[in-house]
């Protein structure tokens, strides 16, 4: 499995890129529960804040549109990818920043192996990647460590 990644993030054709995987000790329906309820993201990912899925859902689905905070900065998303606990991708867009972000959940070991790829266009990802260049890999690690700690513990509750 990997990811598929539309023509103009092609990593060849990106201003930044980070790759993290993490191998996780719960089903992939489980650690699928608590990627897409985005709108607890900020209570154990301390770089989101203020998730606000369209429509006033608490989950992430096939389309659906957020707006969010990520490493202080506003964007606006879309799911464009979204096969349940298997794949999910999305857009971002904000000042000077376009990206996309997609994840991998597989089956491994009685557990999951999870991967998140993130691919970068524009002004703010030139600027990032040469004065802070592991600035997105910290916190995406960051993000699959604290996603491995909720979903070792359980499902969110519905």
Not at 8 to 13: F, G, I, K
Not at 36 to 47: D, G, K
Not at 59 to 68: I, Q, V
Request: aromatic content about 12%; hydrophobic content about 45%.
């Amino acid at each position: 499995m990997s990811i598929v990644w539309p023509e103009r993030y092609a990593p060849d054709r990106v201003a930044a890129r980070v790759s993290n995987e993490i191998t996780i000790s719960a089903p992939p329906a489980t650690v699928w529960a608590w990627l897409v309820r985005a709108s607890l993201w900020p209570t154990w990912y301390p770089n989101s804040d203020q998730v606000q899925i369209a429509g006033g859902a608490r989950d992430l689905s096939a389309g659906a549109r957020f707006k969010w905070r990520t490493f202080g900065v506003g964007v606006s998303s879309t799911v464009l990818e979204f096969e349940p606990h298997s794949r999910i991708a999305w857009d971002g867009k904000g000042p000077f920043l376009d990206v996309y972000h997609a994840w991998l959940i597989e089956p491994r070991g009685g557990g999951s192996w999870v991967l998140t790829e993130e691919n970068q266009n524009g002004l703010a990802s030139r600027i990032q990647a040469a004065i802070m260049p592991r600035r997105m890999f910290e916190g995406h690690q960051l993000w699959l460590e604290n996603l491995k700690a909720r979903a070792e513990g359980g499902a969110p509750l519905r």
